[in-house]
């Protein structure tokens, strides 16, 4: 690090972003730079990795910081945060990772101690490792040690206020024990399992910023829309790979879970198989340099033949160190045409010539999603538009359930791009909670408590599948329970309460009864064929709640064997509140694809991100129809006066009131038009009746 101690920025404004290299978002995030805590809450692409080189700098050299860690959740992201220059940009320092404690590289030993050492003795001033290697040294490090550093946690949707998350802890332990700094940064701030990620105590500490991907794709030079498809096959996912496959795309195909539906169970088979797709009958012969990149002979759409760069990901041998490093120094679009991937290349990773995000197999983590959407979205010359693209088994539905599905995915994930918190687990408070209702949704009656659940009651119930875990998984308690040597008042007086005021101190008494009745008839169980006796008899059509695991062992067809259809995209369609209130269809067409069909989305680009962006906060809005009439002359003369509506968002306050007004407007005159509809669809059907 070179000496730059007297370098001093002041806190200005940073309006001219180019002055000091930096994008919008980056500028944003640095004039928050002197907060001890930072929440940087952006989209895939957007440059948090060097946002926060900017902050660690600038804390290292004007703040008094002594020492900057980043923790990264896999080693492969690490290459995000290697050496750079920025001072030819206009920044005043460099950002320098001194190779020795950069603990992310292929063949780090002893990190422990190499950690230990950098906070003790020796004058490097940063540190890359993993989260794992994070969480395990400071179990055994005197926490003092962390004063007057800065950590920053990237992807930080890993860490949950949950007792059981061990990053979460560690987290706790340094707020709580040091005055270290915390950045923490995210390209999707919720998390797959709906625990939260920090407490509302901790959260109300860190400065928020706030940067979508409507920001983001109005600063890019060259990328201009997204495009959205799920394609639905019925013979094996082989077999209509070819059709979604433009091999002129510069293309990241993740391949299926070993264990999922959609696997052939062969991921090695399948690798070779892919790479028969790509080279589709072209002449020539398949073969490996010294890199371990795989040349593959093919024929381009147009007709031309050309000779392929793709990279196996799958195999984990020893040609993977080889690969790895090839890939982190790519410089240029021909140096790599596709890459075949198995539960690698998605959060962090870096490819900024990637067009083409295709990904094989049901994923139900919309954090996953966003991740891998991600890796098509960097801008970069000669790239307008980019896409993803879901293959996945047909489901065992109508065409227009499965539209359903779709648009409500697009949705989400829209909202999720905007950085917007609207999406929810759905728990419906409805009928008795002993059963799992026909969509797969855990039914449970609050309407005749005495009172409203407090909210800390209903947070339990909406973590209820994590509850549930910890209780069955304690597999001696549970046998016990199936063999009959534990009572069920054992388990509604003792292990169910207990564990709900560990978790849930807040909950009153009265409420902990309510719950323990819940969470034990919930505990009907498919476990070694048992089940907990509630001491009454469930309906005959009751199904046993069943936590969804995506990686549930399953025999997977023979390659090009018709592929067994489910429900679960179905379901994940409907596991959003707030997502059927956005009044938007983002479908541009349902096409016939091999003997089933593909959904395509509209484009998604800066006009349509605004259309729902103004939506989602109209939503947010406590305004109501009266105030939104009253306002309508208003956004009238807006208009008349500008050229154009009122726009959410906007640093002039009346403009984002008439803004929420119109959306409201918008709505309620949908409302109204749909009633009207419906209402005359009953008059011509009694007269019909008539």
Known sequence: MPNLVNVKFDNQSIDDDSKLGMRPMQARVFEKRNEQYLLVKAPPASGKSRALMFVGLDKLINQGIKKVIVAVPEMSIGSSFKTTDLMSHGFFANWEMDEKYNLCQSGSHGKASVFREFLTNCSAKVLLCTHATFRLTLKDLDVDLLNNTLIAIDEFHHVSESGDNQLGNCLDVVMRNTNAHITAMTGSYFRGDTLKILSTEDEAKFKHVSYSYYEQIQSYKHLKSLGIGYHFYRDGYLSGLGEVLDVSKKTIIHIPNVNSRESTGDKYGETDAILDVIRGGADGELSRDANGIYHVPTILPDGTHKTLKVADLVDDGQDRPKIQSYLDNISSPDD????????????????????????????SSLTQKIQIIGRAT?????????????????????????????????????????????????????????????????????????????????????????????????????????????????????????????????????????????????????????????????????????????????????????????????????????????????????????????????????????????????????????????????????????????????????????????????????????????????????????
Request: charged fraction near 30%; hydrophobic fraction near 40%.
């Open 336 to 363: 790599l045409d596709i890459i075949i991937a198995l539960n690698m290349a998605q959060e962090g990773f870096d490819w900024i010539y990637c067009e083409h995000a295709l990904t094989i197999g049901f994923r």
């Open 378 to 690: 960097r801008d970069c010359e000669g790239k307008e538009h980019a896409q993803f693209t879901n293959l996945i088994a047909e489901p065992d539905a109508s065409s227009e359930e499965a539209a359903w599905a779709v648009n409500n995915m697009l949705k989400a994930i829209s909202v999720s791009l905007l950085m917007e918190q609207v999406l929810a687990p759905k728990v419906n408070f409805n009928i008795r909670g002993e059963i799992v209702d026909d969509e797969g949704d855990y039914v449970i009656e609050i309407n005749t408590w005495d009172k409203p659940p407090s909210d800390h009651a209903k947070k339990a119930l909406e973590n209820r599948d994590t509850i549930i875990a910890e209780l069955t998984n304690d597999t001696k308690k549970l046998h016990s329970a199936l063999t009959g040597e534990y009572e069920p008042e054992v388990w509604l007086n003792h292990h169910i309460p207990k564990l709900l005021r560990d978790k849930y101190p807040e909950i009153e008494d009265d409420e902990i009864v309510r719950l323990s009745e819940i969470f034990l008839t919930a505990m009907t169980v498919p476990a070694v064929g048992g089940k907990v006796v509630t001491g009454k008899e469930l309906p005959d059509d009751a199904k046993p709640f069943v936590p969804e695991d995506d990686n549930e062992p399953y025999t997977g067809p023979e390659t090009g064997a018709e592929a067994e259809p489910d429900k679960k995209f179905l379901l994940l369609g409907n596991k959003f509140v707030a997502i059927d209130d956005l009044n938007i269809n983002l479908i541009a067409g349902i096409n016939p694809f091999q003997k089933a069909y593909e959904v395509i989305s509209r484009e998604v680009d800066a006009d349509l991100l605004r259309i729902i962006q103004d939506q989602v906060r109209a939503m947010q809005s406590d305004m109501d129809i009266e105030e939104a009439m009253l306002l309508a002359d208003r956004i009238v003369e807006f208009k008349d006066e500008h050229g154009r509506a009122p726009q959410t968002g906007s640093h002039d306050d009346i403009e984002h009131r008439l803004a929420i007004a119109l959306q409201k407007l918008m709505v309620w005159a949908q409302e109204q038009a749909n009633k009207e509809v419906e209402e005359g669809q009953e008059q011509m059907s009694f007269r019909e009746e008539l």
